[in-house]
Each structure stands twice: as structure tokens, then as C-alpha cells.
């Protein structure tokens, strides 16, 4: 929801990337972008950025991102956000990918 909330113009982006043994679930947007100094602090309880108006426009409780990083340590997986002033932001999460083999060989149920 916060890509939705801080793209005023542009677009959001939901996919997803096959890697070797993993597969990322990726977000990009076109908001206005997260400065490098900020970019840890995002991710702990209660910190609010600035919304699309200011601080003052921000109707997040500062709890979204916390939660992720939380149930991304629990799950022991990885999680990342790339992010530039003026161009927009990327967050992912990187889970493991299914094994194809077992797939094939369980067949229907």
C-alpha cells in the first residue's frame, strides 16, 4: 500500500524474478524516492516518511515495514529496498524457490 501512497504520478510495479534457488517478489514505483540515510530507518517501529504532501500528510502508523523486516527475520528470508530521490523505490522480498522436480513427480492429487 505504500507504493500506492507515495506514487502521485507514474506507476506501480509488481513481479517477480526467478534466480537459481529463489524467487524474488519485487515492487517498484515511480513516489518520490527515499534518501540513502533513510533507508534503515524505514524499517523500524513507528517511523513515518514524509507522505505525497509532507509529514503532516502521512496517514501510515509506522508499523508496515517494521512488520516485514519482523517476519522476514522469522522466516529467515531476505528483504531489500533500492531507492533514489526524485525516481522512485524498489522492495523485495527473496523466498525460496519450489523444487520442479518434486513437483513433477508428485503429480495430481
Given at each position: 500500500s505504500n507504493a500506492f501512497r507515495?506514487?502521485?504520478?507514474?506507476?506501480?510495479?509488481?513481479?517477480?524474478?526467478?534466480?537459481?534457488?529463489?524467487?524474488?517478489?519485487?515492487?517498484?514505483?515511480?513516489?518520490?524516492?527515499?534518501?540513502?540515510?533513510?533507508?534503515?530507518?524505514?524499517?523500524?517501529?513507528?517511523?513515518?516518511?514524509?507522505?505525497?504532501?509532507?509529514?503532516?500528510?502521512n496517514e501510515g502508523l509506522g508499523l508496515g515495514l517494521a512488520t516485514v523486516r519482523r517476519l522476514a527475520s522469522l522466516l529467515s528470508l531476505a528483504i531489500a529496498v533500492r531507492s533514489e530521490v526524485g525516481q522512485g523505490s524498489m522492495f523485495s522480498v527473496e523466498v525460496p524457490a519450489p523444487d520442479r522436480r518434486a513437483q513433477r513427480s508428485s503429480g495430481p492429487s
Open positions: 507515495y506514487t502521485q504520478h507514474g506507476r506501480v510495479l509488481l513481479g517477480c524474478r526467478r534466480h537459481r534457488h529463489s524467487v524474488s517478489i519485487e515492487v517498484w514505483d515511480t513516489g518520490p524516492g527515499i534518501p540513502r540515510s533513510e533507508q534503515d530507518a524505514i524499517f523500524k517501529t513507528f517511523y513515518r516518511g514524509a507522505g505525497p504532501g509532507g509529514p503532516a500528510d
